[in-house]
């Protein structure tokens, strides 16, 4: 019974999905720490963006810190902002593909608009009136029609 679960299309879909959002993941995190946050902070001064914190408490060894390891390693209480960053782009940017894919998916499932249906009914160029498309007499006023 597990099997037969299992070996259902969507949760063999879902089960795809997820190992491929993980690993799409992993590659947006390397693009934003390793390609694009470098030349980000280059421009801002050579600033890392990994190694942007504050400190709230000192830990074992007095600061000030070199580095954000260096302050995890000396056991301080920080806020890595920069860290925070980065995974806000990270975020951003999957999100962004998420939504570009879902648009494409629902561009390509998208059922064209029905083509309106021919008209049943005319109006009497002398009552008014609506008649049928075919009538040659309209049966309101008795008028012959034109066809």
Same mark, same amino acid.
């Given at each position: 019974?597990?099997?037969?679960?299992?070996?259902?299309? @969507? #949760?063999?879909?879902?089960?795809?999905?997820?190992?491929?959002?993980?690993?799409?993941?992993?590659?947006?995190?390397?693009? #934003? @720490?390793?390609?694009?946050?470098?030349?980000?902070?280059?421009?801002?001064?050579?600033?890392?963006?990994?190694?942007?914190?504050?400190?709230?408490?000192?830990?074992?060894?007095?600061?000030?810190?070199?580095?954000?390891?260096?302050?995890?390693?000396?056991?301080?209480?920080?806020?890595?902002?920069?860290?925070?960053? @980065?995974?806000?782009?990270?975020?951003?940017?999957?999100?962004? #593909?998420?939504?570009?894919?879902?648009?494409? #998916? @629902?561009?390509?499932?998208?059922?064209?608009?029905?083509?309106?249906?021919?008209?049943?009914?005319?109006?009497?160029?002398?009552?008014?009136?609506?008649?049928?498309?075919?009538?040659?007499?309209?049966?309101?006023?008795?008028?012959?029609?034109?066809?």
């Amino acid at each position: 019974m597990l099997k037969e679960f299992a070996m259902r299309g @969507n #949760v063999l879909d879902m089960a795809i999905g997820i190992i491929i959002g993980a690993a799409f993941g992993r590659i947006v995190t390397s693009f #934003v @720490n390793d390609i694009l946050m470098p030349p980000i902070g280059l421009l801002m001064g050579k600033v890392d963006f990994a190694n942007m914190y504050m400190t709230l408490t000192e830990g074992k060894t007095p600061g000030p810190y070199p580095s954000l390891a260096d302050a995890k390693a000396a056991g301080a209480v920080t806020i890595s902002y920069g860290l925070f960053i @980065n995974v806000i782009l990270d975020f951003i940017i999957v999100a962004f #593909v998420i939504f570009l894919l879902i648009r494409q #998916v @629902n561009r390509m499932t998208a059922k064209p608009a029905p083509a309106p249906a021919a008209p049943t009914a005319k109006d009497c160029p002398y009552c008014v009136s609506a008649i049928p498309i075919k009538a040659t007499r309209c049966p309101h006023c008795t008028s012959e029609l034109k066809a």
